[in-house]
């Protein structure tokens, strides 16, 4: 009678082979998943930027304050555009524009369906037309247009 309490080195080596088949499959799960996770976070990122440039935007359109009875005082606004350095800033007079976008992003911004350079005054009773296009450091953009309006 022969002894056969332990393994064969065949079935050692298929043991080993299933198991090296099923973890290659999981690691690629997990390096497929973490880089999803980057994507849909960056997309995320992107989305809450255009958000919080939109809402600034719509804070300063809509402020309760800027509404005026007498025509003669006629409350504006203030949109600086920088198309070399991609950046946009907004205030209630030029020496008090704060950016628009966060450290990291570049903004494309088109106001009335035209592009413009330098400092634009808004009238927030007049519609106002937005195309934003912003980009991250890696290249990734989200492209907007909507309109901000007071009623």
């Known amino acids: 009678m022969r002894n056969e309490k332990g393994i064969t080195l065949i079935e050692l080596l298929a043991g080993i082979t299933i ?18 996770y980057k994507n849909i976070s960056e997309t995320v990122t992107l989305n809450q930027q255009a958000n919080i440039i939109l809402a600034t935007l719509k804070s300063y359109h809509t402020k309760q304050e800027l509404h005026s009875i007498d025509l003669s005082n006629i409350e504006t606004y203030i ?6 350095s991609q950046k946009a800033y907004i205030g209630k007079s030029s020496t008090s524009l704060t950016p628009l976008q966060s ?4 903004i494309d911004l088109k106001l009335d369906n035209a592009e413009f350079t330098g400092e634009k005054t808004i009238y927030p009773k007049d519609p106002l037309f937005v195309y934003l296009k912003i980009t991250n450091k890696q290249g990734k953009y989200l492209e907007m247009s909507t309109i901000i309006k007071q009623y």
């Not at 690691?27 to 999803?36: C, E, F, I, T």
């Open 103 to 106: 450290e990291g992003i570049l």
């Open 79 to 84: 949109i600086k555009n920088d198309p070399a």
């Open 19 to 36: 198991l090296m088949i099923i973890s290659s499959v999981i690691y690629g799960v997990l390096l497929n998943s973490n880089k999803n």
